[in-house]
Every structure is written in structure tokens, then in C-alpha cells.
């Protein structure tokens, strides 16, 4: 099967790029570095002939409301008018557990992702997932000096390899609609698994835990980005 992977050079991306390859899939890679550009379409309708499905795991690195809801509004129109034009049976987004709890000026252009992909015509499927892995070694690296500020906020993560294989395996079945979350099997608080990053790291950096201004903040540190909250 020949598929497309918007934002295949990605964290995500990449691993799921490569779990195709290794089912004997055609994974093409849908990104700047490929010569694609989601924002002006530039390479889009090339890059998706002949494609059976669409993974879209495309990202933007913004805090802001703004640049989250253009990137994503421009992005998805453009990828779902190129999938309708190449005849693409499959679209499949991945989003956030949560994201319809959280205020996240990120979270607003995730939501208006989900929903352009639920009034595509095209046979779509939605996958959640919650916060990766790698999110407390990202939060750290994002800064550098003594002290590493980070969010309290309650977590059930998963590995990004393990989303990346989950997703490969939906293209084997019927598009589902909104499928069931994907999630680790444990809850941990972030701060604390950023102290022991660190500690495995060998580093001497301090955690200090922010909790995040009003309903946002409240929402982080009171689990409503953990499955069970968003059920």
C-alpha cells in the first residue's frame, strides 16, 4: 500500500514512516525537507498519487492560539483537497487525549484539525493519544541553565514508537471513526519523571513545578488530559 505521511520527518513521523517500511508498505514522506509543503500545497498532488491513505501527523511548535489554529486550518484544507483529488480511501489524524478538556492555545488548532477532518467527505479515522514518552525530555531540553521549569500536570504517556505501530495497524482495518485512545499503562506526574530524566542523565539541573495561570492550569494538574478524564 502506498501511503502518505504529512509531517513524515517529524518525531512521530519518522517511526511511523519506518513501521511502514517494514510491512512492505510505500510510505511517502510528506514534508518541507521532502520538497512538500502543506501551507501553499507546493508538491502536495505529486506526492499523493497514487497513495491508498493519508497519515497525517503534521505539527507546528506554537503556544500560540493563533498560529496554532492558522497552521493547522491551512494545512489540513489544503491535505484533505489533495486526498480527495488523488481518490485516497483512508485519512488518518492523530490528535490528543484531552485536547477537548485543555485550553491550550495549541490544543484550538488540534480541535479544529479533528473537526475539518470530520466533515471531510473522505472515510476518516481519529486516533488520541497521550502525552509521549519523550515529553518530559523535550520540556527540559527546550531550556538550559541550572533550573528547568516545568508544568504540573498529570500524565499516562506512551511510547511514540507504540502510537507510530498503532497507526500503521488502523490502515489495515476500515476507516473507524473516532477509534479508542491509545495510552500508557501507568499515571505519572511529569515533574516527576523529569527528575528522574535527569537524574539517569547524570545532571545536576533543578526541577522547579509551574502550575499554569486559571482553568488551563487547573486542568493540567487535575488529570483532565488523562483517558479516563476525557471519557
Not at 138 to 157: I, K, N, T, W
Amino acid at each position: 500500500m502506498r501511503v502518505a505521511v504529512a509531517g513524515g520527518s517529524g518525531v512521530v513521523g519518522r517511526l511511523v514512516v519506518a513501521e511502514l517500511a517494514r510491512g512492505g508498505h510505500d510510505p511517502v514522506v510528506v514534508a518541507r525537507s521532502a520538497g512538500v509543503d502543506l501551507l501553499t500545497g507546493a508538491g502536495l498532488e505529486g506526492a499523493l498519487t497514487g497513495c491508498t491513505a493519508v497519515v497525517d501527523v503534521s505539527n507546528v511548535a506554537t503556544t500560540s492560539a493563533r498560529r496554532s489554529r492558522a497552521f493547522f486550518a491551512s494545512a489540513t484544507r489544503r491535505l484533505l483537497d489533495a486526498a480527495a483529488d488523488a481518490r485516497v480511501e483512508h485519512v488518518l489524524l492523530l490528535s490528543i487525549v484531552g485536547v477537548d478538556e485543555v485550553d491550550l492555545g495549541y490544543y484550538q488548532g488540534k480541535r479544529l484539525q479533528e473537526q475539518l477532518v470530520r466533515r471531510s467527505p473522505l472515510p476518516w479515522t481519529v486516533l488520541r493519544a497521550t502525552q509521549f514518552l519523550e515529553f518530559p525530555g523535550q520540556v527540559l531540553d527546550r531550556s538550559s541553565g541550572p533550573v528547568a521549569l516545568v508544568p504540573r500536570m498529570r500524565s499516562q504517556p506512551v511510547a511514540a514508537r507504540e502510537v507510530a505501530a498503532h497507526l500503521v495497524s488502523l490502515l489495515a482495518q476500515p476507516p473507524a471513526g473516532d477509534a479508542v485512545a491509545i495510552a500508557g499503562p501507568e499515571q505519572h506526574e511529569v515533574v516527576d519523571l523529569a527528575r528522574e530524566l535527569l537524574e539517569a542523565r547524570g545532571s545536576h539541573r533543578r526541577v522547579v513545578p509551574v502550575r499554569l495561570p486559571g482553568a488551563v492550569g487547573r486542568g493540567l494538574a487535575g488529570g483532565m488530559l488523562l483517558p479516563a478524564a476525557s471519557t
